[in-house]
């Protein structure tokens, strides 16, 4: 038979065994309930996949923050493109009055100048010298020129090219203005020229004052 004190320790022991497993017991209650406070280690490339995965399940999801770029200096603007317009061509019909006529045209509104032919001021004869040299035509310079280097014709027989000469001086049998013939209808002449008050006009035979002016008609050969 077993004496006392063998009992008694016996006991001991069996309290000591029982006491560490309910301790260990609770040591894993609480590290499966509350987790491991030891940091993982990641060594492959998949962990470090599935940690990424479970961190974006887990956290919450936010509003991305915006970037602010500091002492960027701002992108300067394009350059606009530079679109070249096609040269226009002189259609092949046009004959050398048609060209010197739209030339003319073209000085409408150019201030007058004696002795002038350029944009910046001209005469009478000058519009006429630069609307001719500018359709490959040679001709005179002055008024009096073009009277004596053109083929006589009648009023009735004038045509758009024409040339219609005037004496708006105090001598009123001396020519000293010469216009275009821009446009011919059964109602009217009309024609371009430089005059001292408006520069390059069109005006119409119609007008008194051209109509009392008017001495001659003339054609370029």
């Not at 000591?16 to 260990?24: D, E, H, N």
């Not at 005469?123 to 073009?146: H, Q, W, Y």
């Not at 119609?206 to 003339?218: D, P, V």
């Amino acid at each position: 038979m077993m004496n006392e004190s063998t009992l008694s320790r016996k006991r001991t022991n069996h309290l000591q065994l029982l006491q560490y497993a309910c301790a260990l017991l609770f040591a894993l209650l609480t590290l499966s309930s509350c987790g491991s406070s030891k940091p993982r280690v990641i060594t492959t490339k998949a962990e470090a996949r599935e940690f990424q995965s479970t961190k974006a399940v887990a956290s919450p999801k936010t509003a991305p923050r915006r970037s602010i770029a500091k002492n960027i200096p701002e992108r300067e603007p394009a350059e606009p493109e530079i679109v070249e317009l096609p040269v226009e061509e002189v259609p092949r019909d046009m004959t050398v009055t048609d060209i010197a006529i739209n030339k003319a045209m073209e000085f409408e509104g150019t201030r007058y100048r004696y002795g002038g032919a350029t944009s910046s001021g001209m005469d009478c004869s000058g519009l006429l010298n630069i609307s001719f040299t500018e359709a490959g035509k040679e001709v005179p310079r002055t008024s009096m020129s073009f009277f004596q280097a053109a083929d006589p014709i009648d009023v009735k027989e004038v045509q758009r090219g024409d040339l219609m000469f005037f004496a708006t001086g105090r001598d009123r049998k001396r020519i000293n203005h010469v216009a275009l013939v821009v446009e011919v209808t059964p109602a009217e002449i009309r024609f371009v020229h430089a005059t001292v008050s408006q520069g390059v006009v069109v005006s119409s035979f119609n007008e008194a004052y051209w109509l009392g002016k008017y001495r001659s008609s003339g054609r370029l050969p």
